[in-house]
Each structure stands twice: as structure tokens, then as C-alpha cells.
């Protein structure tokens, strides 16, 4: 039975650090034994699909794994399957259909996060920005962007998603990656 998933590299092709052209990560998935192989933008997104019967967490390691192996250093990913990401768009609490992409963004946690730590957050300091935790995800609503957002660097503290890996993606990227697992 073949599963449809979205491999989401953390802090690949940012600022000429750590590159990871998107043609070698295709040809890197594909020597894996996954087909199908497709990229989204420069910043490390991928759908594949495969017959593999691996859990998400070792489809995971065996990315990073190759990438160490292929380029010289580690870079975190999570691997979701296409029903989870269909699953976190349909969840939005958020208006999602009535905003920017630049104005609602996905945190994507390795694990479930720590709810009490999330809960310190006093949210009335931040608004109109705002945020709700989801299965292994975080909405971050942005009105005026993440790059201005104080809430976003709020929410993005390490001892709030201590000893998980989290990787963001705007909401046009959130939809995009949905729409390429829907196609198998």
C-alpha cells in the first residue's frame, strides 16, 4: 500500500547556509526507494510517495540520515502524511480563507507540545495577534506578518518547544503541500 508525505526541512537555503538544492533532495528521496518525488519552493519542502511500511518517525531519520550523509550536516525534518496536513488545514481556528498567507503560519512540532508552558503566554499582551495549538501543530495568526510579529518570537522560544524540532510554514505553503499529497 503506497502513503503520500510531505518531508519538511528545517533552516535549509537560508542566507547562502546550508544548501540543499532541490534537485539533489529529489534525487536524494528518490534514492531512498520513494517516487513520485516533487519540491515546493527553495526552502525545503517535499512530497513523495511510497510503498515503504515505516512509521513517519523513521521515514525522519532515514532523511536526515542521507542528507548528513550526502551534504556533510544534519538538518532536522518531520515527515507527515498527506491526511495529517489535510487534517491541520481543516482544523485552522483561524479565518483562514479570509487572510494573506503571510498572516497565518503552521508551527509544526516533532512531538505534542507542552500545553502548560504554551499557557504562561499572556496572550491579551499580543493582540490582535494570536495563537492555538492543534495535533503536533501551532496556528500563529500574524496580521502584519511574521517578520514584525512579537508574538511569533514568542511563541518560537526554545524552552517553550524544548526537545522538540519545529519548522514554520506560511499558509500558502500549508495549502500548496496539502494540494500536492491530495495528488499523490
Avoid at 510517495?49 to 531519520?61: I, K, R
Avoid at 496536513?85 to 505534542?112: I, K, M, N, T
Wanted: glycine share 10%; aromatic share 8%.
Amino acid at each position: 500500500m503506497t502513503q503520500t508525505y510531505a518531508a519538511l526541512l528545517r533552516g535549509i537555503n537560508v542566507s547562502g547556509h546550508r544548501k540543499v538544492p532541490m534537485a539533489e533532495l529529489r534525487s536524494l528521496l528518490e534514492g531512498l526507494g520513494h517516487r513520485n518525488v516533487r519540491t515546493h519552493l527553495q526552502s525545503g519542502n517535499a512530497v513523495f510517495t511510497t510503498g515503504a511500511d515505516a512509521s513517519e518517525g523513521e521515514l525522519t531519520t532515514a532523511l536526515e540520515d542521507a542528507i548528513e550523509d550526502r551534504f556533510g550536516f544534519r538538518v532536522d525534518c518531520l515527515v507527515r502524511g498527506g491526511a495529517y496536513l489535510a487534517a491541520v488545514a481543516d482544523a485552522c481556528p483561524f479565518p483562514a480563507a479570509e487572510l494573506e498567507g503571510r498572516q497565518l503560519h503552521a508551527l509544526y512540532f516533532s512531538g505534542p507540545p507542552d500545553v502548560e508552558r504554551f499557557a504562561a503566554i499572556d496572550r491579551e499582551a499580543y493582540r490582535p495577534e494570536a495563537f492555538a495549538l492543534g495535533d503536533r501543530v501551532l496556528y500563529l495568526y500574524v496580521p502584519e506578518g511574521l517578520g514584525r510579529s512579537r508574538l511569533g518570537e514568542a511563541v518560537s522560544r526554545p524552552s517553550l518547544s524544548k526537545g522538540l524540532v519545529v519548522t514554520a510554514r506560511n499558509w500558502n505553503t500549508v495549502l500548496k503541500l496539502v494540494e500536492m499529497t491530495r495528488e499523490g
